[in-house]
């Protein structure tokens, strides 16, 4: 869907590159050509997510409701829809909602963005009161929207540039537990600022591994040799980051992760 939209603003803003659904490229561009990048975030908001409907998550191979029947109690997302939310409501939870306030120096709009966090006796996430972290933003706020180049770098810079920013139990979360990314791509900007920028401050001699579902990469139309010398390729560098890739859809590992958990 987002890469339809890519294509869509593309064509009317007159994107000249081939990249047209390259989402954060074509945002960029759309925001210089507009001279408001909060504009092409609202447009992009309400074109994103107005009337979209929830998916079953009765379904065996829904991903947001096989990370909900884990009882997590530390979800983070770089979605900016409710899914993963709506999923943990559907199952019986009492899920908070945060988004991380990159997006502004307002000592104000800090403090409410955090609230959730100052509460008097602590926020301790637990299985039935779990967090949903926005790291990029939700659609509910425009503003916070990572969405074009420029955003990724001025979220990689705030965040490298204030440590506090990010809850302690977020932090503790991202650095000192095992992960698993669902859903991205190793070579999109989302996973790239992720990895490169929070990650790279992980214990070096963490001995927990972690797990990313992947597609199997395209080579453009060539050779299934060539696809298959790529993915030996990623699979040799990031064993080095002690990450381990299922080449599957979020669909397939939701399935076969289900069958497996259940047959316990």
């Known amino acids: 869907?987002?890469?339809?939209?890519?294509?869509?603003?593309?064509?009317?803003?007159?994107?000249?590159?081939?990249?047209?659904?390259?989402?954060?490229?074509?945002?960029?561009?759309?925001?210089?050509?507009?001279?408001?990048?909060?504009?092409?975030?609202?447009?992009?908001?309400?074109?994103?997510?107005?009337?979209?409907?929830?998916?079953?998550?009765?379904?065996?191979?829904?991903?947001?409701?096989?990370?909900?029947?884990?009882?997590?109690?530390?979800?983070?997302?770089?979605?900016?829809?409710?899914?993963?939310?709506?999923?943990?409501?559907?199952?019986?939870?009492?899920?908070?909602?945060?988004?991380?306030?990159?997006?502004?120096?307002?000592?104000?709009?800090?403090?409410?963005?955090?609230?959730?966090?100052?509460?008097?006796?602590?926020?301790?996430?637990?299985s039935s009161r779990p967090i949903v972290y926005h790291l990029h933003g939700h659609h509910g706020t425009p503003e916070s929207l990572v969405l074009t180049e420029d955003d990724y770098i001025d979220f990689l810079v705030r965040i490298s540039g204030d440590p506090q920013l990010l809850p302690p139990v977020i932090q503790k979360s991202l650095r000192c537990r095992m992960l698993l990314f669902v859903g991205f791509s190793l070579e999109d900007w989302t996973f790239r600022v992720i990895f490169r920028g929070l990650l790279s401050t992980r214990p070096r001699h963490a001995s927990y591994r972690h797990v990313s579902v992947q597609l199997p990469p395209s080579a453009g139309g060539a050779a299934g040799d060539r696809s298959l010398r790529i993915q030996e390729y990623l699979d040799k560098y990031f064993e080095m980051q002690s990450i381990s890739i299922c080449w599957q859809t979020a669909r397939e590992f939701s399935a076969e992760l289900r069958q497996r958990w259940e047959a316990r």
Request: charged residues 30%.
């Open 1 to 126: 869907m987002a890469g339809d939209l890519a294509a869509l603003l593309a064509g009317e803003y007159g994107f000249p590159y081939d990249e047209d659904r390259d989402l954060a490229r074509v945002t960029q561009f759309a925001a210089v050509r507009a001279g408001d990048r909060l504009y092409v975030k609202k447009r992009f908001a309400d074109d994103m997510f107005a009337g979209v409907p929830l998916p079953d998550f009765r379904a065996g191979d829904e991903p947001h409701a096989l990370l909900a029947d884990l009882r997590l109690p530390v979800y983070v997302t770089t979605n900016y829809d409710d899914l993963m939310f709506e999923a943990l409501v559907d199952r019986g939870r009492s899920p908070q909602r945060a988004i991380c306030p990159w997006y502004t120096n307002d000592p104000a709009e800090v403090a409410e963005a955090t609230r959730l966090f100052q509460e008097p006796a602590g926020y301790n996430p637990d």
